[in-house]
């Protein structure tokens, strides 16, 4: 098993220091509202949501851990929803940074180049598979992933002249007007009037409950067929779409990987179609599934690809890279003020070259599949734990209610109550992760890519307590 050697740099002794204490927890935290989140409750918008679950007031942080205020220490296995590929304040990224500062370079440059910029560019190529990078071009976008989205729609439509997109259930593409056109979930768009135009959904291929009600490869041909049907039937009622989006491990969706063969499948029907095919890499790209891109286990080639969250090694930028046969947009088609950001792109290069020179995809792909070995085997314990998926450091744990009786496809009802109970319990025992998926009943764990064999195991331990606290034992056994 690989430990990359990114493990050994050090943030000045920091994260060292935050590990010890971490380690050296002895009880759970107990958790009590302090100025600074009363004043963030009283004044900022309704529509906030991390500080609802994970109430803490942050101070300092270093590789995968955080400090809040109180000085209490926490493991970060949400990392900024995927974007700290590095963990925080990795010392490349530091030394990028004050290097743009010290040479005294123009900050933000809207889209004019500067040799940051330039070396950026060759740094991001260079990830690129070989048949993607020869053909492609790039547009830098604003600094969110929802705008890189935005730009992948003008694109395909403006090269095909349609206007129908294909999307995904389970779909999260980014919360502008859009991009939410996109989403599968339903409660953010239900008080928006029209937002459901123009999109199409299509079935996911969600194993665990797969809208056939069927399994493994059953379900994936039969996915494969509708969309077959969707896009070669005269009468399906569908117009010719502009393009299909979708992620390959879909994220807020549940942490469903789409398997190989059906990713090939959905490549191979919108070639026949001459739909171009958006992948939605934002969270998946650079390492985090175990290769550079999440296409890539799949050997396909997409049209367009939307990147954000690593690639600005913790600061906002975003990108989308897509065959040079769709380079048929006019100037300023798609703008934005910030897409010059400096500070992003010298970041964003030295996290591209850190990844790659130490191998990360191949830690991340180490590293999850020990934790995935490790909570299969927690889940022979607790039925609760329905399923167990990902790949790489993409990690979801879907949690059930196995005596509620089988939903419409015979596995056991989702249980919101406990997945939330479990997040609480790991906060409290020093572990930051995330909800998601149908009913927010599937725990996610996304930590930096710097993540090592101690650290998993430590982890693992703070989950299977965690699971143990929230009422998982006992009768609910096996």
Same mark, same amino acid.
């Given at each position: 098993m690989q430990t990359s050697t990114a493990t050994t740099v050090t943030s000045g002794g920091i994260d060292d220091d935050l590990g010890r204490r971490h380690d050296a927890l002895s009880r759970p935290y107990d958790f009590a509202s302090n100025a600074l989140l009363e004043r963030q409750s009283a004044r900022e918008s309704n529509a906030r949501s991390y500080p609802r679950r994970i109430p803490l007031a942050l101070r300092r942080a270093a590789g995968i851990y955080v400090e809040d205020v109180e000085g209490r220490v926490f493991i970060d296995c949400l990392a900024g929803a995927g974007t700290l590929a590095l963990g925080h304040n990795h010392p490349v990224v530091i030394a990028a940074i004050e290097q743009v500062?010290?040479?005294?370079?123009?900050?933000?440059?809207?889209?004019?180049?500067?040799?940051?910029?330039?070396?950026?560019?060759?740094?991001?190529?260079?990830?690129?598979?070989?048949?993607? @990078?020869?053909?492609?071009?790039?547009?830098?976008? =604003?600094?969110?992933? $929802?705008?890189?989205?935005?730009?992948?729609?003008?694109?395909?439509?403006? $090269?095909?002249?349609?206007?129908?997109?294909? @999307?995904?259930?389970? $779909?999260?593409?980014?919360?502008?007007?859009?991009?939410?056109?996109?989403?599968?979930?339903?409660?953010?768009?239900?008080?928006?009037?029209?937002?459901?135009?123009?999109?199409?959904?299509?079935?996911?291929?969600?194993?665990?409950?797969?809208?056939? =009600?069927?399994?493994?490869?059953?379900?994936?041909?039969?996915?494969?067929?509708?969309?077959?049907?969707?896009?070669?039937?005269?009468?399906?009622?569908?117009? @010719?779409?502009?393009?299909?989006?979708?992620?390959?491990?879909?994220?807020?969706?549940?942490?469903?990987?789409?398997?190989?063969?059906?990713?090939?499948?959905?490549?191979?029907?919108?070639?026949?179609?001459?739909?171009?095919?958006?992948?939605?890499?934002?969270?998946?790209?650079?390492?985090?599934?175990?290769?550079?891109?999440?296409?890539?286990?799949?050997?396909?080639?997409?049209?367009?690809?939307?990147?954000?969250? $690593?690639?600005?090694?913790?600061?906002?930028?975003?990108?989308?890279?897509?065959?040079?046969?769709?380079?048929?947009?006019?100037?300023?088609?798609? @703008?934005?003020?910030?897409?010059?950001?400096?500070?992003?792109?010298?970041?964003g290069s030295a996290t591209l070259r850190f990844i790659r020179a130490e191998g990360l995809p191949e830690q991340a792909h180490a590293m999850g599949a020990l934790l995935v070995r490790k909570l299969r085997q927690l889940q022979n314990e607790y039925s609760q734990l329905g399923d167990v998926r990902g790949r790489g450091l993409m990690i979801g744990v879907e949690i059930v209610d196995p005596d509620a009786g089988p939903d419409s496809h015979g596995r056991p009802k989702a249980n919101p109550a406990l997945a939330s109970r479990i997040q609480r319990a790991c906060l409290e025992r020093g572990l930051i992760l995330e909800l998601g998926g149908r009913h927010g009943s599937v725990v996610r764990l996304l930590p930096p890519l710097i993540i090592n064999e101690r650290q998993i195991d430590r982890v693992f331990e703070i989950f299977a307590v965690a699971v143990a606290a929230a009422g998982s034992q006992g009768d609910s056994r096996r």
């Open positions: 500062l010290k040479d005294g370079l123009p900050l933000l440059t809207l889209d004019l180049t500067t040799p940051v910029k330039d070396r950026f560019m060759q740094d991001l190529f260079d990830t690129l598979p070989s048949e993607l @990078a020869r053909d492609a071009k790039v547009q830098f976008c =604003g600094p969110t992933g $929802a705008d890189a989205v935005e730009a992948a729609l003008k694109l395909v439509k403006t $090269a095909t002249g349609r206007g129908t997109l294909l @999307a995904f259930h389970g $779909a999260y593409h980014g919360m502008t007007q859009g991009a939410l056109n996109l989403m599968g979930s339903l409660s953010p768009k239900r008080p928006l009037q029209g937002v459901l135009q123009g999109a199409q959904f299509l079935p996911f291929p969600y194993d665990y409950r797969c809208p056939f =009600g069927l399994r493994g490869d059953a379900g994936v041909q039969a996915g494969l067929a509708y969309i077959g049907t969707v896009l070669d039937d005269p009468e399906s009622g569908v117009p @010719a779409p502009a393009g299909m989006i979708f992620e390959v491990i879909q994220g807020e969706g549940g942490v469903i990987p789409a398997p190989d063969e059906w990713v090939r499948g959905v490549r191979k029907l919108t070639t026949q179609a001459n739909v171009p095919m958006i992948v939605d890499e934002v969270q998946t790209g650079f390492g985090r599934t175990g290769r550079m891109f999440a296409f890539e286990h799949a050997g396909i080639t997409p049209d367009v690809v939307t990147l954000s969250k $690593a690639i600005g090694g913790s600061l906002p930028l975003s990108v989308v890279i897509y065959k040079k046969e769709l380079n048929t947009w006019l100037p300023g088609a798609h @703008a934005g003020t910030f897409r010059g950001n400096q500070m992003a792109m010298a970041a």
